[in-house]
């Protein structure tokens, strides 16, 4: 068996081991087919069982209504930033409002305005994106055809712990780096979207939930692979999609209902492995800062600092010499920041909270 170390990388991120040795397993023939999941035709019987048996995973796991399509699509997070105002905005006249809560959300709002009306409904930047708005701090355009928001902004750590105030209006959610961690309230959403490399499985597919009555708005002039209705009347199959992607997601999502069985359970693990780390941070008197406000605090991507520079090079080499991989922060921000989403065991956090409180043991006397 090689050695598997602790892999803290925000995405593409840590899978269950399972499903890889699963995956490992079946690489050179899937079982009774005589032929690698690699090498058979998106049209055949069996990838058909598979994108099936994964679309009834995610419909089992997040409750998914019957009004509501789930397609596979290609271009990652980031195409869908462009493709839903495109699709919902563009012809409107009417606007949609953004909540920017960090980098993605605030990238997303940049990308809709290439295509339609944005209405920031509040912009976090006054405090440097530590925090998700109140209710009451949001102003939000009643004519809006959605809200936006990106539920867990991945590279700052900042997570909204329930769906904000809408007034009525669909929300529109780049959930990327938190699909499948938590329960979610599936009708408030008009489309609920994911790139599986964070949470879901490997790059090349992204999840995304759409009410169908937002298929109906889509407009007839765009080309069928940026038309989500083309896309859902196909069912996903317009084109060929990312097999190898699906059938990991389908493995994926067979473990989390194996092991855990629904999301109250996955929400219940991701939370106490996340408390572990923020539990030494309060511990160590100020040694560790979070950059997230409490109650905006992600328990997937916990963005911290430590006293200086120096301290923190020397935290990430250490860290790296004992296994625990991939711990430095976003190039934009810096700092240090753990990844812990579903598929990180336990261990894995036991072993860098245990780290985090001898690192501080053996520095908090460097520091004034
Ligand atoms: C990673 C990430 C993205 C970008 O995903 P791509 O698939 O690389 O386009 C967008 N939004 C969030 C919240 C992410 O975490």
Known sequence: MVKRVYNFSPGPAMLPLPALEEAQRDLLALPGLGMSILEISHRS?????????????????????????????????????????MNFLRKTGRPASYIVTGSWSKLAASEAQTQGQVHIAWDGKATNYDRVPTNEQLNIDPNSVYVYICSNETIAGVQFPTEPETGGLP???????ELLSRPVDLPRYGILYACAQKNLGPAGV??????????DMCPDDLPSMLNYKRFAEEKSLLNTPPV?????????????????????????????????????????????????APGSRSAMNIAFR????????????????????NLQGHRSVGGCRASIYNAMPREGVVALRDFMLEFYEANRNKVG
């Open 206 to 215: 992204t999840v995304v939930i759409i009410r169908k009555d937002f298929l």
């Open 45 to 85: 019987p069996t990838f058909n069982a598979i994108i099936e048996a994964a679309e009834a995973n995610l419909r089992q796991l997040l409750k998914i209504p019957d009004d509501y399509a789930v397609l596979f699509m290609q271009g990652g997070a980031r195409l869908q930033f462009g493709m839903i105002p």
């Open 171 to 177: 929300l529109v959610c780049d959930a990327s780096s």
């Open 306 to 325: 430590l006293p200086n520079g120096d301290l923190e090079k020397e935290f990430l080499k250490q860290a790296e010499s004992r296994g625990l991989c």
């Open 244 to 292: 190898f992607a699906v059938y990991m997601v389908k493995l994926v999502t067979d473990w989390l209902i194996r092991e855990f069985g629904n999301l109250e359970k996955v929400k219940q693990f991701n939370e106490e492995k996340a408390q572990l780390i923020y539990d030494v941070i309060d511990r160590c008197q100020g040694f560790y800062t979070v950059h997230a």
